[in-house]
C-alpha cells in the first residue's frame, strides 16, 4: 500500500469531520418565542380563573363555567396553529436542544382535548357541572404552563433546571389524571347521548347512512387503551434521555 502524502491525511479528516448544523433562523425563532408566550399566557388565564372563581364561591363545583370561554378560545388557537407550528418546529427542534414529541401522540392530545371540550362537554351540557371536568381541566391547566415553559426558555437558551424537571416529571401524575377526567366526563354523558340522539344518524334517510354517536364515544373510550400507554410511556422515555445524565452526576457527587 502507498503511503498517503503529507497533509493529505489531515485533510481528508478536516473534510470528513462533522460539519456545523446551521443554527435556525431568527424569523423562525421569533414566531416559535411569541406562539409558545401567548399558549403559556392563555392557560395561565385558565389557571387563574379557576383560582379566583374557587375563591369567590368557596367550592369547586361548577368552576368549569367560570374558564369556558378562555379554555374554547385556547385550545381552538392550539388546533390551527398545531401545522403551521409543527413545520417551523420540526425545522428548528435539531437545532434547539428541545426533544420533539411524537408528531402522532402529540396530534392525538391536541385532537383530543378538542373533541372533549366541543364534542361532548360543550354539547352535553349536563356533564359541566361533573367533577371530573375540573380534573381535566386542572390537569392540562399545569401541563400546558409548564410545557410552553419549557419550549420558550430552551428557545431563548436560558432553561432553568426547575421547569425542565417539572416538564419532565409532573406528568407521572398529570396524565393520568387527565385521562380519569376524559374518560369519566365521556362515560357521565353517555345516558344523555344516548337519550337524545345527539349527533346520530339513523336510517332509512336520502344517503343510506347511519351513524350511533352513542358508540361512537364508547369507541373513544376505548381507543385509550392503546393510545395512553404510548404517550405516557414516551414521555418516560424522554425523562430518562433529558434528566438521566443530571441525576447520574447528582449521585456521583
Known amino acids: 500500500m502507498s503511503a498517503a502524502a ?14 456545523k448544523k446551521k443554527g435556525p433562523g431568527a424569523l423562525a425563532t421569533a414566531y416559535l418565542v411569541i406562539y409558545n408566550v ?23 363545583h361548577g368552576l368549569y363555567y367560570s374558564i369556558e370561554k378562555p379554555l374554547k378560545f385556547v385550545l381552538w388557537a392550539a388546533e390551527n396553529s398545531f401545522f403551521p407550528y409543527l ?37 352535553v351540557r349536563e356533564v359541566q357541572s361533573e367533577d371530573s371536568v375540573l380534573l381535566f381541566v386542572t390537569a392540562w391547566t399545569i401541563t400546558e404552563i409548564i410545557r ?49 340522539g345527539l349527533y346520530s344518524v339513523t336510517l332509512p334517510n336520502k344517503y343510506n347512512f347511519s351513524f350511533d354517536y352513542y358508540t361512537f364515544l364508547i369507541l373513544v373510550m376505548v381507543s385509550y387503551i392503546p393510545l395512553f400507554p404510548q404517550l405516557y410511556f414516551h414521555m418516560i422515555r424522554q425523562r430518562k434521555k433529558v434528566l438521566g445524565h443530571t441525576e447520574d452526576y447528582s449521585k456521583i457527587e
Open 6 to 19: 503529507p497533509g493529505t491525511s489531515k485533510a481528508a479528516h478536516g473534510e470528513a469531520g462533522p460539519k
Open 38 to 60: 401567548v399558549m403559556t399566557a392563555g392557560w395561565l388565564v385558565i389557571a387563574v380563573g379557576l383560582v379566583r372563581a374557587y375563591l369567590a364561591r368557596g367550592s369547586y
Open 87 to 123: 413545520t417551523v418546529f420540526s425545522v428548528l427542534s435539531p437545532n434547539s436542544g428541545i426533544v420533539p414529541s411524537s408528531v402522532v401522540l402529540t396530534g392525538f392530545q391536541v385532537m383530543s382535548r378538542v373533541f372533549l371540550t366541543w364534542a361532548v362537554t360543550h354539547s
Open 148 to 196: 410552553y415553559s419549557f419550549y420558550t426558555f430552551s428557545l431563548l437558551n436560558h432553561l432553568p433546571y426547575l421547569i425542565k424537571w417539572a416538564r419532565y416529571t409532573f406528568f407521572i401524575v398529570l396524565y393520568p389524571m387527565g385521562v380519569t377526567g376524559e374518560l369519566l366526563t365521556i362515560y357521565a354523558a353517555l345516558p344523555y347521548v344516548q337519550k337524545t
